[in-house]
């Protein structure tokens, strides 16, 4: 949701799985987590690092473990959504209100927190090889200002934009993405910069 400065406006803006969320949200108070909103959805942090999230989608929600490929999983209740191209980030995901699980969603919130403190992660692989998709690269030669721009972003934006368009499944998506993202690069904007200091 943009624009949810506190999880109570994000809640409140819920149209679907309010109660499911807001259920969520109690079984994550009982613990030391600290409740903050980040990429307009509620995050939960333990000495700034973040730890879990939830969210509702169309078809299920739940909650999303920063870390969660470290956890044991003990109950086989985590999911990796992007097989392939995510690394840590894990979900659990719920259909209805019954699918929750207050204890096992403690023991994992536990184990997490337990990984954070002692600084337990998967760093991204920030050296794999930039590939620009061909679609980009001919839109490149047709604005220049975009190629310029481009080369003057760190590794990381130009690698955000390149898998961006290189993601999408479908050629008139790949150009719609591309037709999108020209002037941001043009104005020498990352993707997902507004979400940075979130």
Known sequence: ?????????????????????????????????????????????????NVVGIGG?????GLWFFQGAL???????????????????????FRSKDDIDRKAIQAYVKEAIGLARNGVEIKPDRNKPLTVPAELQAAFRKR???RTSFDKMTPGKRREYAEYVASAKRDETRQKRIDKILPMIESGIGLNDKYRNC
């Open 1 to 49: 949701m943009k624009g949810s400065g506190t999880v109570d406006q994000f809640l409140a803006a819920t149209k679907e799985w309010k109660a499911e969320l807001s259920e969520l949200r109690a079984i994550l108070r009982t613990t030391e987590l600290e409740e903050t909103v980040k990429w307009g959805a509620p995050v939960y942090t333990v000495d700034g690092k």
């Open 57 to 61: 989608f169309k078809s299920y929600f």
């Open 144 to 146: 220049g200002k975009a």
């Open 71 to 93: 956890l044991a999983d003990k109950k086989k209740m985590l999911i990796n959504a992007q097989e392939g191209r995510t690394k840590a980030l894990r979900q659990m995901r």
